[in-house]
């Protein structure tokens, strides 16, 4: 089959791609006072719409569960800014951005010293064939899959369906994967982060039932978890998992290059697009990790081609859910039955 020629469309080439590092360089700096107002504005409602969920249990189950629903996209947003500190972004300096990302953990369930390394080796890898495993979504060539057995196709796809995916999956991630530091199991570093975060989302369920039995936490707690889980997984999902994607073997991987056209641009409504805190703007994002999330949005201002590179409708996205496999010769993600319609 003649391989066919992609698109090249707002991508910029290879050396484009390791020359936005250093134009990118000069947004990385944070500046203190709007890190601290972005956390206040999070971490303030959150705890407020847990008050008033709380305190709506005496008279309407079915209130104190809306406002658990509220309430999940500011744990997303906390969660944002977790994803923030690990990077080194949100403050100068890198021990308080540490000790506020363990504290959010707490909340988001997320031992952070473990998170931050498989994070870490995720943007060391992405897009990187011979590196899948840690801190991804398990994706197989159209060639390993064929070489699968029948049960262990079928088990791929039972993995790569959306009730899954988005269903059971974010729930069995950071209520239960969470617990342990898996993939790292070796280092007591690691085992401390899990178990000292473990340890502390342990008292605070006690002192919750303690005082308000278990209605707060079959109503605030678990939905609140799971909603936001769920939109979390969502959107690490779609960033990576599009049609023009990005992946290669070893040989022929190069960071900056599977970070720009290998990360989406997820174009969402503002209120969406707060709350996510400007995590959609993915690509910008991989190619340089340092810069907070609030000036991503001055990157995108000030460069219109990257304004302009690998942007994704939340309708597109909705239909790129369907693309589970990656073909090697025609570069680019295809659905189970494409990769069947093509190879048999």
């Not at 707002?10 to 990385?28: F, H, M, S």
């Not at 000790?99 to 959010?104: A, T």
């Not at 460069?303 to 690998?310: G, K, Q």
């Amino acid at each position: 089959m003649t391989k066919p020629s992609l698109p090249t469309r707002n991508k910029p080439d290879v050396t484009a791609a390791r020359d936005w590092v250093t134009t990118l360089a000069k947004y990385r700096e944070p500046n203190q006072l709007r890190s601290s107002f972005e956390l206040g504005i999070s971490v303030i409602p959150f705890f407020a719409l847990w008050a008033i969920s709380w305190a709506s249990l005496s008279f309407s189950y079915w209130l104190a569960l809306g406002f658990s629903v509220l309430n999940a996209a500011f744990l997303l947003r906390l969660f944002a800014i977790q994803h923030d500190c690990g990077h080194g972004a949100f403050f100068k300096n890198r021990a308080v951005s540490d000790w506020v990302g363990r504290l959010i953990g707490v909340l988001t369930l997320t031992p952070y010293d473990v998170w931050r390394r498989t994070h870490s080796t995720h943007h060391n890898s992405s897009g990187n064939l011979d590196k899948r495993g840690m801190g991804d979504i398990h994706t197989l060539t159209v060639a390993e899959y064929r070489r699968l057995t029948p049960l262990n196709r079928f088990w791929y796809r039972l993995y790569r369906h959306p009730i899954t995916l988005f269903g059971f999956g974010p729930g069995y991630l950071f209520l239960f994967q969470n617990r342990l530091p898996l993939g790292l199991m070796g280092s007591l570093k690691f085992w401390v982060s899990a178990m000292a975060t473990n340890a502390a989302i342990l008292f605070a369920l006690i002192l919750i039932y303690y005082f308000g039995g278990l209605m707060p936490v079959l109503l605030i707690f678990l939905p609140s978890t799971l909603i936001a889980a769920t939109a979390g997984v969502w959107l690490f999902y779609v960033q990576h998992q599009f049609e023009e994607t990005q992946w290669d073997p070893d040989k022929d991987w190069q960071l900056h290059e599977a970070a720009l056209h290998g990360s989406s641009h997820y174009i969402l409504p503002s209120v969406l697009q707060w709350f996510s805190a400007n995590i959609g703007i993915h690509h910008v994002h991989h190619l340089y990790s340092r810069i907070p999330f609030y000036r991503l949005t001055e990157v995108l201002r000030d460069h219109d081609e990257l304004a302009n590179s690998n942007q994704m409708t939340i309708r597109e996205s909705l239909a790129n859910a369907r693309l589970h496999l990656w073909d090697e010769q025609n570069r680019r993600l295809l659905s189970f039955a494409e990769a069947r319609a093509l190879y048999g």
